[in-house]
């Protein structure tokens, strides 16, 4: 390897601002290159693109919404995770350039839910799989240049988690091992194991009773985490009959309801409603879709169809809104990180 630099000689040059203003940022991983781009509305003009290593699987807020976390490694032999800043400058109330101000080699990361990143006492932390850790990253400000304190827990087995921080515990579901692992925040020693959760995937929180539902392979498993509820198992919810498969993922709808959708092709949603005494879930038919959301305010749900048809639906009973045609369709396999 050749280093070849030119230095000349010049004098004094006029500084640019490159402060803009933008009512929103977007920020899309873009894996045909390996970048995070950067989009201000209400124009929708891309502002760059920050590159990072391919195949990203995750891009997730900080706690305080400084920094973005993209994770990739889906069938990598070396992950890691690059912190990005979102470019917000506080003290002007504007927006810069992203830039990535840290890059972290981690054993297959995780533990980010609903594009936020998974905390432990209000910091960010980051699960990583392949070594079974949760590592808390103990700094409010991460740059380049200072040391980056951690802390960190160490789980049952290496598995993929499903992670919730309780009032005073952690809980942390095991896909493969089948149980929830609760350690107490203080000591980072494990409390109690709730088990008989085979193929345990997908988990949501119903934030006025504090319980926590995890997603197993014939039921849900209802968790507890506060006062007298605390890390004990509550109940267990059936799927409906003859309808396939279980929960994969949930997102929150209007006021405590909470919707779930099943792995695969599969054209049905299930509907929970965690203000009810009695949990039971309920079907809604929809075309086969290959992706499903709600808004943050679950005022609309949003299922993206096979057909690249965009049915939004309304976040309370699922009732139909209206539908827009957005795509040719979607053919052939498409995994996560596309």
């Known amino acids: 390897m050749i280093s070849f630099n030119l230095a000349y000689g010049h004098g004094a040059v006029q500084r640019a601002s490159e402060l803009t203003d933008s009512d929103i940022r977007l920020f899309v991983a873009d894996n045909m290159d390996g970048s995070v781009v950067t989009i201000d509305f209400p124009d929708g003009k891309i502002i760059n693109r920050v590159s990072t290593p391919p195949s990203i699987m995750i891009l997730a807020f900080s706690k305080n919404k400084q920094y973005i976390y993209a994770m990739r490694g889906r069938d990598t032999d070396q992950d890691v995770v690059s912190i990005i800043t979102t470019g917000f400058d506080p003290e002007h109330n504007q927006f810069r350039k992203p830039h ?29 799989e392949g070594n079974a850790e949760i590592v808390v990253l103990m700094s409010e400000i991460i740059d380049g240049f200072s040391e980056l304190k951690t802390r960190r827990y160490k789980l049952a087995a290496p598995d993929h988690y499903h992670y919730l921080e309780g009032e005073t515990y952690l809980y942390i579901g095991h896909l493969f091992n089948g149980f929830v692992q609760v350690l107490d925040r203080s000591s980072g020693e494990e409390v109690t194991r709730i088990g008989k959760c085979p193929m345990l995937h997908g988990m949501t929180q119903d934030e006025e009773s504090g319980r926590l539902f995890f997603s197993c392979a014939t039921e849900v498993v209802v968790v507890g985490t506060l006062g007298e509820e605390k890390a004990k198992e509550i109940s267990r919810i059936p799927y409906p009959t003859n309808t396939g498969r279980g929960c994969a993922a949930f997102f929150k709808g209007k006021e405590r309801v909470q919707w779930c959708y099943t792995e695969g092709i599969i054209p049905r949603l299930y509907r929970l409603d965690t203000s009810r005494d009695i949990y039971k879930f309920e079907t809604l038919p929809v075309e086969p879709s290959i992706r499903q959301n709600a808004t943050q305010d679950g005022k609309y749900l949003m299922v993206l169809s096979k057909q690249g048809v965009l049915y939004l639906l309304d976040g309370l009973d699922g009732s139909f809104i209206r539908k827009i045609k957005i795509s040719e369709p979607f053919l052939g396999d498409w995994f996560e990180d596309v």
Do not use: E, F, S
């Open 100 to 128: 990535v101000v840290r890059t972290i080699a981690a054993d297959t990361p995780g533990g980010p839910r609903d594009g936020k990143m998974a905390t432990v006492g209000g910091y960010d932390a980051i699960l990583t």
